[in-house]
């Protein structure tokens, strides 16, 4: 269970308490710990108010700090218009997130900066947030002294790390998570800049999938050496049984992710329509929230599918095994998807996947062996992928099983190990 102290909203520094700065140069290998200070600046990342927000950022922390490190993390957040805040959710939501927290034993600061809303200067986001976080940040770097700044985006957290890290000179590590890459790399201007600059700025570049690094090489080619860490995901006790089939002859598929366009809500609708057309019973639980909720709620009424989909909103990391459990296919053909560790969490569940051909997952598993991989945006080959699973229980059940296998290999802790020693390259007498 996540525990999070709040402390006192005044002084974010001394409310969570620093130690005595330590020496770095201990013996990794002699010892199992890493004597070394690790400042992490990530807008993603948990509060109290946004649970599951860049959990994966926290779930790193803590097994770099299960490793040793002693670990910060700046994560700046909009500032919320009172106005704004009366009558948009999303933005009441950011106001309720605390200046600072003890998130399972991780200090956490979260500084507001400024931006405009709906993204319309992204290109300056960089600079407003260094300008939010600058004062937080020079307390930071002169009473903690981290050994290694690591940025995860570099728009707008690898940027305003770039300036922070001006002065202070430490080694920056900057992870890309594929926001960078397919939202301000792809379209050029003035957002590619500012990722470029970032990224040359950078020690150490990580990209969390193959794919990901080769658009990332394409787009920056003179950029400091790309690195592939692949993600973790939290094992959990249920990854030890393995139910690839309900009672009965219906069919529970699962989605989990942000309800937005790529993820291919609409077109798993589609391909959940067409089955049910020719007889086949399907339930169908999307668990997650997002901004084309409605539009999606609008088409399972077009398609008479309101007794077949249930829409479950957003579900906290603890309680996400329930919903991998009462599964049989976990399906989300989702593109410009850099990793995916919902993927990871289905396959430790034992369930079969259905995911995208050359996307970031395709780096770890086989089609047919491990998954079944089809075309992006193609609602018949979804179709065509579940009733397949649908019609033969005993390749689904080997397919859940292989993947199970497999996921259970990438924990945060062997993510923790990879990224510690990119670290120690970077401080070669830490």
Request: aromatic residues 6%.
């Amino acid at each position: 269970m996540t525990v999070v102290q709040e402390p006192s909203t005044s002084a974010p520094i001394e409310s969570v308490g620093l130690e005595p700065r330590r020496t770095t140069g201990s013996d990794y290998a002699a010892t199992g710990k890493a004597d070394m200070r690790v400042l992490v600046v990530s807008h993603l990342y948990p509060s109290p108010a946004r649970p599951t927000y860049g959990v994966f950022v926290h779930d790193q922390a803590r097994a770099l700090a299960s490793l040793g490190c002693d670990v910060r993390v700046i994560s700046p957040t909009l500032y919320a218009p009172p106005l704004l805040s009366r009558f948009q959710p999303r933005w009441r939501v950011l106001r309720e997130v605390p200046r600072s927290a003890v998130r399972e034993g991780i200090p956490v600061y979260h500084p507001r900066y400024l931006n405009v809303p709906w993204g319309l200067l992204s290109a300056c986001s960089g600079y407003s947030c260094y300008l939010g976080v600058r004062s937080l940040a020079a307390r930071l770097l002169s009473d903690f002294q981290p050994d290694v700044i690591h940025a995860h985006t570099a728009l707008p957290d690898g940027f305003a790390a770039m300036l922070l890290n001006r002065r202070a000179r430490n080694p920056l590590v900057i992870t890309v998570h594929g926001y960078d890459a397919y939202l301000h790399l792809r379209p050029g201007g003035e957002r590619r800049k500012r990722v470029t600059q970032a990224l040359l700025a950078a020690d150490r570049v990580v990209c969390v999938s193959e794919a990901l690094r080769e658009l990332c090489r394409a787009w920056v080619p003179e950029a400091a050496s790309f690195q592939v860490v692949h993600n973790g995901f939290r094992v959990h006790e249920a990854t030890t049984e393995v139910r690839p089939r309900s009672r009965g002859d219906q069919t529970t598929l699962l989605t989990v992710g942000t309800l937005i366009p790529r993820k291919a809500h609409r077109h798993v609708l589609e391909a959940v329509a067409a089955l049910r057309d020719q007889g086949r019973r399907l339930r169908y639980r999307i668990v997650g929230e997002g901004y084309v909720r409605s539009d999606l709620e609008r088409m399972v009424a077009r398609l008479g599918l309101g007794d077949v989909v249930t829409f479950v909103g957003p579900v906290p990391p603890e309680a996400l095994s329930a919903e991998y459990q009462a599964c049989d296919l976990f399906v989300m053909p989702s593109w410009d998807e850099s990793f995916g560790v919902v993927y990871l969490e289905a396959m430790a569940h034992g369930k079969p996947i259905v995911a995208c051909v050359g996307e970031g997952i395709a780096d770890i598993v086989e089609d047919g062996e491990t998954a079944v991989l089809v075309p992006t945006r193609d609602s018949q080959a979804v179709a065509a992928a579940i009733s397949s699973l649908m019609h033969d229980p005993e390749r689904a059940r080997r397919i859940g099983e292989a993947g199970r296998r497999l996921a259970t290999q990438f924990t945060w802790r062997r993510n923790a190990e990879q990224v510690l020693a990119i670290y120690r390259e970077l401080i070669p007498d830490a």
